[in-house]
Every structure is written in C-alpha cells, then in structure tokens.
C-alpha cells in the first residue's frame, strides 16, 4: 500500500505542481489554477481583460477578494506575453518541459517560448518569490539550487516593484526599462519607456515613440535634479547604482508600506498606487525635466489647448489612423499636430486605435467618448467693472459654465446688434486667403485646390480662434490634474485629511516645489454640487483681498470636483474659540484682530470689490487662520452676486447654517447686505465670549447666546458676557464695543442694521457720535414665552482649514 502511495504523488507531479509556488519539470499550470508565493504576496495566473477573447499570464499582488483597492491594485505587475495574447481556452497551460523550457501551450501543440534553455533532465524549477519576481533555476543533483537560468525581474513590463531594476548590463547588454500600456485594457506595449539614458549620463529619460519626453536630470543627493524629495515620499528609498557592469536605478520601502509599485501610464506618468508619482509629470503644470519640442507640438496654435470628454458622436470631415496600436496618448498628440483637428477619439472599445476630425458638429447620439477641442464657449466671462488688478475671464470646462442670469437679456442682445460687424471684419481679414484658394484652384485642379482650400481655411480659423482664446485665458487659475493632486496628498490618504464639511472632505498637500496646499474634494454624497463648485470658483478668482481666502486652482478630471487653496496652518477661528484648552491662545488682541480682518474683508465684498457679493454663510468655521493668526473668509458656494444697484433680492434656495441665518433670510428668503452683518454680529458676539450662539445659556428657558448678551446688556451688566480667559488681557472699552456693534449687526429688522461700513468706523472708534443703543436683537425668545422653540443643530467643528457649510431645507 505504501509503494501504491508513492507510485501515485510521483505521478501527481507529471500532472499537477508539487508546490503551491513552484513548478517542476514535467508539470503545467492550468487555466483556474494559480501559484502563490510562500507568504502568499504575489500570485501568477492566467487572465484575461476583454470578456474572455484573449489569455494572458500574469504576477499580481495576491490581495482578498474583498479588499479595497486603490485604483489600479488589482493590475498585473507583470504579463508575461503582452505582444502575444493567445485566444482564450479552458485547455491553455504554462509548463516547464524536459529542456527546462518555460512555454505557454495554447490550441494543442502551439505555444509561446519565454525562456529558452538546455539542462539536464529533471534538473530545473521556477518559483514565485515574495517579492513578486518569478525565477527560473537549474538544480544540482541534490535539489540545491545551482544557477539562476532567467527571471521575469529581467523583463520588466510598465511595472517597477521593490527590489527591481531600471537601467542596463553594460557588459551582456541587458536592457531592464519599463514600456507602458496600449490603453487600460490591452498590456501590449504602448508608445511610453523609461529607462536609464543612453548617453552614459546618470539619468533617467522617458521617450515617446523613440523622442525624449522627460528627463531627469542627474543624480546627487541621493535623488534626481527634477526629482524632488518631497514628504509624502520619505518612506521610498532611491537608489541609483553605477558599477563597470551595471548602471542602474532600483528602489526600496518602509516595512509598512505595502503593495508598492511604480507603473508607466499610457499618457507617460510615473503612477505610484494608481496615483502620478514624483516625476514625469508633464500636463497641465509640467514638472521640472519635460521636454516639448516643434517636433512633437507640431502646430503651434495647440500649445496651451485643451480637450474636453464629450459622450455624444460627432459628425464632420473624418480621418481614420490605419494603425490600431495607437494609444489615446498617440491620437490626442495626432490631432495636436494637425491645426485643423477639431475632435479625435479611439476606434475599439478597448481605447486603441485613432480618428481625427474638422468642421465638427455634435449630434445627440450616444456612441464613444469623443475629446473636443475647446473654444470660446467654454470659457466663462465675467464682466470687468472699472477695475485692472483682477483677470476678466476665468477658463472653466464646459459643463461648469453658469445659468444665465435673468437680468442678462440686455447684454445679450447688445451682443447680437453687433455681430454684423465683426462678421464684416473677419471677410475682411479672409479675403486674401480667399483670392489664394481661388488661384490654386485654376493652377493645381479642382481635386487638389478644394483639399488645400479646406485644410488652410480650417487653419486660418482655428489662428483666429485660438488668438481669442489665448487673450482670454492669459490670465486664469491654475487646472490641476488628478494625479498631481493625488501626489499631493499621498493619495488622499486619512492621514492627511484635515476635516470635513458638507461638501466633502480637505486633505493638506505638498506640491512638487514644496507649496503646501489644502484640497477641497466634493463629496458623492455631498448636498452640495456643481452650482457650489463652480460658484466658489468664480467669485474667489475674481476677488483679491488680505482677508479672503487664495484660490490657487481646481481640478475636474474623472467627474472629480476638487479646488485647491493656500494652506492655513492655524486651521479655522472655531477650532481655537469653542475649544477649551485652546481658546487660551486666543488673547484680546489677537481677537480684536481676528474681528478687525472679518470686518475689512466683507466689507471688501459688500462694496470695494468689482463683484458685490453677499457670503451667505459667514460662521466661526468659514473663518480661516493663517500663521500669524491673521482671518481668512472662505467658502463662497452659497455666495451671491448683486448688480451694483441691487439692494435686496428673494430667493427660493436657503442655504446656510442655523444660529447665523437672519431672519428675514431664513423666514422669507430675502437677502442682502444686511444677511452678511447679521451674521458678522453673531460672529462678534461668540468671538467676545468664546460661546456657541446655537447653546442654550439658561437652565430653564431656551435662551441663546443673542438673547443672553441682549439680557445682560438690558441689565447693565454686558461685561459679564466677556470669555473668562480674556479677563486679564481685554481693554474693557473695545470689549463694550464689540458687544454693542455686534448687539447692533444682530438687530430683528434688517434696516435697524448697520452696513459694514459704520461696523469698521464703530470697531475703530472712528465716529464722531456714540452708537445708537441696540434694538431687540433677531431670533430673541423671551425668558417668560414658555412655548418658544429655538432649533438646534449638532454643529461639526473643522479641524483643519476648510469647512464647509451645510445645506439645510426649509
């Protein structure tokens, strides 16, 4: 029975493998079947990405089935025949046979070599390490290992794992460079490499289609000159070795990171974790080391275009690439070249393949995503009211363009009277240009002529365009590309997360040039949306002031909806006020200058700025604390723009936060100025007393801190209001002035109010009279009204520099 036994595994090994990570001489890997490192890191399988057509063998990270991934986790780190898929079969097996010769066998006898070596009979095996290099060995007599014969870490795909190599073997001339994909889809190789340069310079490049694309400038200090060590990249450890053999690039990580890699993007990105690394980024803001040559621009009206994802079909003068290897990347380049492209899109569905156009129209039809080029429609104009210092036009995508205001009727049709000039005008400049078609009609033929006349006329009107476009957007706010904003923040990582608000969370990021930066993400399930996202990008791009916070850029790739600001390091005014521990650090005169900046930067929008712009939203959390503890008023979605005549103005959307709202704003949907001061004097009020207004301040009735400060002020005893922990440090003049203007701003009847501009003489004491005692403040409930309700809500505190407010329905 015994002899049965082992008769019968020494033929289970002819069939099957022995061990979960190794095949022997003999044995196959079969479709379904899987090797597994020892410490189950890496897996090699069959797959397939195209619903079964075609099979591929690959090395993945062995991660559970039900894992979160980051984008691009679950990818190959290496395809073994990329250039030659086989049609898919339940039959097809990788096998090691009697030669020790790794092959793929698909339909019976066919099969792909990828190691080709003569050993002695029995003498070889490959294992899967944990390292995710897959390793050919001949065997000594006695099973130890004798040497090794090949490995994929030798034939690296558009994947650098840990512990590989990139650059060459000076004497074999082994070559190890990564080469990206055709498209997500389809791992053959695409029009990208990275490798070590060929000059014998110590450097990295990354060619297109054989030109220089970036470059990475030498190495020192233990990284590249365009390679900046940047923080969220201090757990990877580069290393660049230069022997007389070898010169290459390799790297290592921390033992808590896991699942690294670095992946050539089919558009030439350095991805790190399904986001762009720390080099080769050259789109949008190209990185240090990118290099754009006439060569590959190839018309230089596209310099600074862009594209835009269209999901409908187009019509127009069509050409079709007959090479189906092109890469997205590759047509999008076509189309560039040529001045008189006006939209390009891949022809299969796996993203491959090229057709260009001119003379598009869009069409209702649903077909494949087209990109089309941008024009003046997709820029956004704002009206520029006696003003210079700010740029008139901001460059937003299409679909962030706003409604059209119900008082633009006369605008529009002022421009519809003079369309038949600037039509005159443009014949005018054509008409050389058409005298030119003419001749070259008579002297090449009609064929010839009516193709040259086509092609320079598309040209001729795309300069046109263009030149407008460019004097339009020569000054505009920065569009940042997913994958840079994905660096930024270590891909958007809970550890860099700062807080969160109704429209999504903040995560604090470090540019390439050390900038640090906090990125606003708009949530899925935020209330908010589109209106707020392209609101706050219009209105803080048009208003400079001390007091207001920076717009440096956003991003709206992949349905992302993302705005980019300084970074304020002392986080936001609530914070510190309602904290109690650390409102100590709030003295009177950082509080007085706290209150003095919120009052000059509304005031700045109520009435010095080219747009009069009422927040809406003013509270403790939207304001914004920079180094030297100076305010910054932020989030603009809910802002309103007012004509400079406008007063007031009704409104069915009420949007805001409860204890801020006034109440002829939250009651009836009026808004105006007055909305902002109330809101102002809610804000004084708490700053003064380091109180929440939305608490209840007696025992048995609910009285908020409005109807408290009213009470006390009545009462003659205001001063009792004031944080306990100012007692030593406030002058009791500017204290009682504070409490009186912000008993002022928070008056029930909104002309009782004063505008801002009497709130900063009076905070000043730059009036010549006393103010006015106050009236009964808004939203006030008696001591004695026992059936009075007052609405609370949980109030969430930003813990880092950008709150958002929450939508609330009446």
């Not at 720390?278 to 600074?304: H, L, Q």
């Not at 069509?318 to 090479?323: E, I, K, L, T, V």
């Not at 962030?400 to 005018?428: D, F, H, M, Q, Y």
Request: proline share 4%.
């Amino acid at each position: 029975m015994a002899c049965l036994k082992i008769l019968l595994f020494f033929l289970f090994m002819n069939i099957s493998f022995a061990q979960k990570d190794t095949i022997f001489q003999g044995q196959h890997l079969r479709v379904g079947e899987k090797l597994e490192s020892a410490n189950k890191e890496f897996r090699l399988e069959f797959f397939s990405l195209d619903a079964n057509k075609t099979h591929y063998i690959g090395i993945f990270y062995n991660l559970p089935s039900n894992m979160t991934l980051f984008p691009g986790d679950d990818r190959p780190v290496w395809v073994a025949n990329r250039d030659n898929p086989i049609q898919y079969a339940s039959g097809n097996t990788l096998t090691l046979d009697d030669g020790g010769n790794l092959k793929i066998f698909y339909r019976g006898d066919s099969f792909i070599m990828l190691s080709s070596y003569n050993v002695t009979s029995r003498n070889a095996s490959a294992t899967l390490f944990d390292n995710g290099n897959f390793v050919l060995v001949e065997l000594n007599t006695n099973g130890s290992e004798n040497k090794t014969l090949w490995q994929s870490f030798d034939y690296p795909t558009d994947t650098l794992l840990p512990g590989m190599k990139l650059g060459r073997n000076v004497k074999t001339g082994q070559i190890w460079s990564l080469t990206s994909w055709i498209s997500k889809d389809v791992p053959a190789s695409g029009s990208f490499t990275i490798g070590i340069d060929t000059n014998d310079i110590d450097q990295l490049i990354i060619w297109w289609m054989e030109s220089v694309f970036w470059m990475s400038g030498r190495w020192g200090n233990e990284t590249f000159v365009n390679v900046p060590r940047v923080s969220h990249y201090e757990y990877v450890n580069l290393n660049f070795v230069s022997t007389e053999d070898e010169k290459y690039v390799t790297y290592s990580v921390s033992e808590t990171r896991t699942l690294s890699r670095y992946v050539m993007d089919t558009f030439g990105f350095i991805k790190e974790r399904g986001a762009a690394g720390p080099f080769g980024v050259c789109f949008y803001k190209p990185s240090a080391g990118c290099v754009v040559t006439e060569e590959s621009i190839g018309c230089s009206i596209r310099n600074d275009s862009w594209f835009k994802r269209s999901p409908n079909s187009v019509s127009g003068n069509r050409f079709r690439f007959a090479n189906n290897n092109m890469s997205l990347f590759d047509c999008k380049r076509q189309c560039e070249k040529n001045c008189s492209c006006a939209a390009f899109a891949t022809v299969t569905a796996t993203r491959t393949g090229c057709d260009i156009w001119s003379n598009v129209s869009i069409l209702n039809s649903v077909e494949s995503d087209v990109f089309i080029l941008a024009d003046e429609r997709d820029l956004v104009p704002i009206r520029n009211r006696n003003s210079t210092d700010v740029p008139s036009t901001v460059s937003l995508p299409p679909d962030l363009a706003p409604e059209p205001s119900p008082n633009s009727t006369s605008g529009s049709s002022k421009g519809t009277s003079r369309k038949w000039w600037v039509w005159l005008i443009a014949a005018s400049g054509l008409t050389p240009f058409v005298g030119f078609f003419a001749l070259c009609y008579f002297l090449h033929g009609k064929g010839k002529a009516k193709a040259t006349a086509l092609l320079l006329l598309n040209q001729t009107a795309n300069i046109s365009k263009k030149r407008k476009i460019d004097k339009k957007m020569s000054h505009e706010v920065q569009l940042y590309s997913l994958e840079s904003l994905a660096i930024a923040t270590d891909n958007f990582s809970p550890g860099n997360k700062l807080g969160e608000g109704g429209f999504g969370p903040v995560y604090k990021g470090e540019m390439p040039d050390g900038q640090e930066v906090a990125i606003k993400r708009l949530s899925t399930s935020s209330g908010q949306g589109l209106l707020e996202f392209k609101n706050e990008i219009l209105l803080i791009a048009k208003l400079q002031h001390t007091n207001l916070v920076r717009l440096l850029g956003y991003c709206t790739q992949r349905e992302e909806r993302i705005i980019v600001y300084d970074y304020m390091h002392n986080k936001s005014l609530d914070f510190f006020l309602f904290d109690i521990n650390k409102k100590e650090l709030l003295n009177w005169d950082t509080r007085f200058r706290i209150i003095e900046g919120i009052a000059q930067g509304i005031l700045y929008l109520h009435k010095y700025s080219r747009l009069k712009v009422i927040h809406r939203d003013l509270k403790a959390s939207n304001i914004l604390l920079d180094a030297e503890m100076n305010p910054k008023i932020s989030d603009f979605g809910m802002a309103r723009i007012f004509g400079t005549q406008e007063s007031e103005a009704n409104t069915k959307r009420i949007v805001g936060t409860h204890g801020y709202m006034s109440p002829e704003y939250a009651l009836r949907g009026i808004v105006s100025t007055k909305t902002d001061v109330f809101s102002f004097g809610v804000l004084l009020l708490e700053i003064v007393s380091g109180k929440k207004n939305n608490s209840c301040y007696d025992s048995e009735h609910p009285l908020n801190l409005i109807g408290l400060a009213w009470e006390l002020w009545r009462e003659e005893r205001a001063l009792e209001l004031i944080d306990a922990t100012l007692i030593e440090s406030c002058s009791r003049d500017e204290v009682m002035r504070c409490i009186h203007v912000g008993l002022l701003c928070v008056q029930d009847y909104a002309k009782d109010r004063p505008s801002m501009s009497n709130v900063v003489s009076m905070l000043m004491n730059d009036t010549k009279q006393p103010p006015p005692p106050p009236e009964r403040p808004g939203f006030f409930i008696e001591r004695g009204d026992q059936h009075a309700e007052i609405s609370e809500e949980v109030v969430r505190y930003s813990i880092n520099g950008l709150s958002i407010s929450e939508l609330r329905a009446r």
